[in-house]
């Protein structure tokens, strides 16, 4: 087993590595720049290393270097930056340094999305009708020809990336110039590569993933399906495992087909096999997650096997441990994403020092995060500030903890998304669990507040008007543009 | 004591409320005519309000700094504050300072420092949610200072003005 791992990334999953390192007792190596070295991973890690200037937690011959200067023999890259970075697993490999996920080799097979869509198809699974190659942002003309033979809706995928933020869909040939600009960009700025392809859109669509784990002597097993349907701004707000409106005959065979593409590719490690799922409820292949996922909570509650502790076992060379027949899907599991952003104002950003930062507790829940009250939300980093996971026997039973517990969370000092996601687990089709693709575009159930109840929260804004004259108003931190606006009742776009 | 009239999720209540201290305190307040206890907790924490009792039943709260907002395990509420002693005259015994009662934009400054002015006199125009609210003078006296300019955007309770 590994004696020291650099845990080359920050934030919440950061936080996740260390700690199932120091469960089996291996050294830990956290790095940090300057503006989030109050991030919780600092201070969990037997070691800190600041990222020197210019470094940061994508450069990859910084992070090599480091590994090296800190005696590390394993470098687990958590998910986003260096996390499916062929060059990078090769910079380690050369470097003897084990990198914790798939060789460079797998790596940039699983990478290269359309040559991955044209294998699968190739074995007999159903994939999306997508372009034969992505084109960059200076080749428009190019792929506006192809956008045209496609035909639309369609989707925008970017090249490197994931399926969330990297995924852009087009309704109609308007939108197409302006989706294109916007996702080009986007995907340099996320990924660092503006490639884009096109994929076949389905309308009403639902977003489907199965965990599959695997180790270097043969074994691979399924961990069941999640959902990632509910999207909001481009990016996933709400998970669960199992797919509340799936047969257990389509659950078979998305598990029988998640497992063949895994043998196929030669998956080891944790992989997402990601699928999409039309109006008539068939299955399309779209692409491999060769890495931990934000979501990957919701299987470990539901099956009470720790993935980044198989990740780092099969990584070290040991079996899996576990057959399939071993492995149980215990009950229903829920994750919101709490992010530091104003849903009401376009999603706006809201980095900051967190005056109160309380998360809920009890049983069935958990909270992933990097953040405890007085710590700064950074600027430069995206907006995930605590993922919540509620678990029971039962999906109402889960939802019923999960409201529970965001109404519980108590966050200041920073805007958060926690009123949007009450809204979105109040909601009757979340709670019938027939939502789809479709789900953002309609207005969200308002907030029924019992009359009594809206009298004392009056009496409650009356007194904070008081206190506010007692205090000088100067040290209040004036947060223009900030704040719910009297036009935007209906769901943020 | 305060007049408030608060605004929450599309209902109005009328609010009267004693000053408040620092330390934890039990107070009475008046809604719409009836009497509710409130005990408003220490407020040694640098935040508008973190949580408090009111009729029995705590509450915990994220109010936003500009009261345009506010949330609690209901989710968002959003609020509307009007200090209505800020525009009504006040009794003499008011301290004289005119504060923004909602906040807005100062379209226009009537009077001068220097000038004598009348109770309920016209002083300031303040232009929020589409409407013009003049600002009149709590009291007769003279205008001490105008802290503000035509075109300035104010927060809520932001003083404007000052009569002695």
């Known amino acids: ?493 | 004591m305060s007049k408030l009239s608060i605004t929450i999720d599309g209902r109005t209540f009328v609010v009267e409320a004693p000053p408040l201290r620092r330390m934890t305190s039990a107070i009475t307040v008046r809604v719409d005519g009836q009497t509710v206890n409130v005990l408003a907790p220490d407020m040694g924490s640098p935040e508008l309000l973190d949580w408090l009792i009111v009729d029995g039943r705590p509450y915990e709260l994220v109010v936003d700094p500009n009261l345009r907002w506010m949330r609690s395990r209901f989710g968002l509420h959003q609020i509307e504050v009007r200090d209505l002693e800020a525009t009504v005259a006040r009794p003499a015994s008011g301290d004289g300072r005119i504060k923004a009662p909602i906040p807005g934009l100062i379209t226009r400054v009537l009077v001068s420092p220097g000038e004598a002015v009348e109770l309920g006199q016209p002083l300031l125009v303040l232009e929020a949610m589409k409407m013009e609210n003049e600002i009149r003078a709590p009291r007769s006296g003279r205008v001490a200072q105008i802290h503000v300019a035509p075109g300035q955007s104010v927060t809520l309770g932001v003083v404007v003005a000052e009569v002695e």
């Open chain 1, 1 to 493: 087993m590994f004696r020291t791992i650099l845990v080359a990334n920050r934030g919440e999953i950061a936080v996740r590595i260390i700690r199932t390192c120091r469960d089996m007792g291996i050294r830990t190596v956290a790095l940090y720049d300057d503006s989030d070295l109050s991030s919780l991973h600092v201070r969990l890690a037997d070691e800190s290393v600041r990222l020197s200037s210019g470094a940061l937690y994508h450069d990859a011959a910084a992070l090599v270097q480091i590994a090296r200067d800190c005696g590390a023999d394993a470098i687990h890259p958590g998910y986003g930056f260096l996390a499916e970075h062929a060059e990078f697993a090769r910079a380690c490999e050369e470097a003897g340094i084990v990198f914790i996920g798939p060789s460079s080799t797998a790596l940039e097979k699983v990478c290269d999305k359309i040559a991955t869509l044209e294998a699968v198809r190739a074995v007999g699974i159903a994939v999306p009708r997508h372009s034969s190659r992505a084109y960059h942002a200076s080749e428009w003309d190019a792929l506006r020809d192809a956008a045209e033979r496609h035909g639309y809706p369609l989707m925008l995928k970017s090249y490197s990336g994931g399926r969330s933020q990297g995924m852009h869909l087009v309704r109609e040939p308007t939108q197409l110039e302006s989706m294109a600009q916007h996702a080009h960009s986007a995907a340099l700025t996320a990924f660092g590569d503006d490639r884009l392809y096109l994929e076949e859109a389905f309308l009403p669509a639902r977003y489907l993933e199965v965990q599959i784990v695997g180790d270097r002597h043969g074994n691979l097993v399924h961990l069941g399906e999640r959902d990632g349907t509910i999207q909001h701004n481009h990016r996933k707000m709400v998970e669960e495992s199992p797919a509340p409106y799936l047969t257990d005959a389509q659950r078979k065979e998305l598990w029988r087909q998640a497992l063949a593409i895994g043998r196929l590719l030669g998956c080891a490690g944790a992989c997402t096999v990601e699928f999409v799922l039309d109006a008539q409820g068939r299955f399309f292949f779209t692409e491999v997650k060769a890495r931990i996922q934000v979501e990957h909570p919701i299987t470990e509650m539901r099956t009470g096997i720790d993935l980044v502790r198989t990740q780092i076992q099969v990584a070290a060379g040991e079996p899996l441990g576990f057959s399939q027949d071993d492995v149980t899907l215990r009950g229903c599991a829920i994750q919101v994403r709490v992010n530091a952003e104003d849903p009401w104002n376009h999603y706006l950003p809201s980095p900051g020092r967190l005056r109160r930062f309380r998360f809920p507790g009890g049983p069935g829940l958990r909270v992933d995060t990097y953040a405890y009250s007085g710590c700064d939300v950074p600027v430069r980093y995206d907006p995930l500030l605590a993922k919540v996971v509620a678990w029971d026997d039962t999906r109402a039973g889960a939802l019923g903890r999960l409201r529970r517990a965001v109404a519980d969370f108590a966050i200041s000092g920073v805007q958060t998304n926690l009123s949007l996601i009450q809204r979105i687990l109040n909601d009757p089709e979340f709670a019938a669990g027939t939502y789809d693709s479709e789900f953002a575009q309609r207005p969200l159930p308002g907030v029924e507040v019992p009359p009594e109840h809206l009298r004392n929260l009056a009496i409650a804004a009356a007194l904070a008007y008081i206190r506010r004259g007692i205090d000088s108003s100067g040290v209040l931190p004036d947060r223009a543009g900030s704040g719910w606006h009297r036009d935007s009742r209906k769901l943020p776009q």
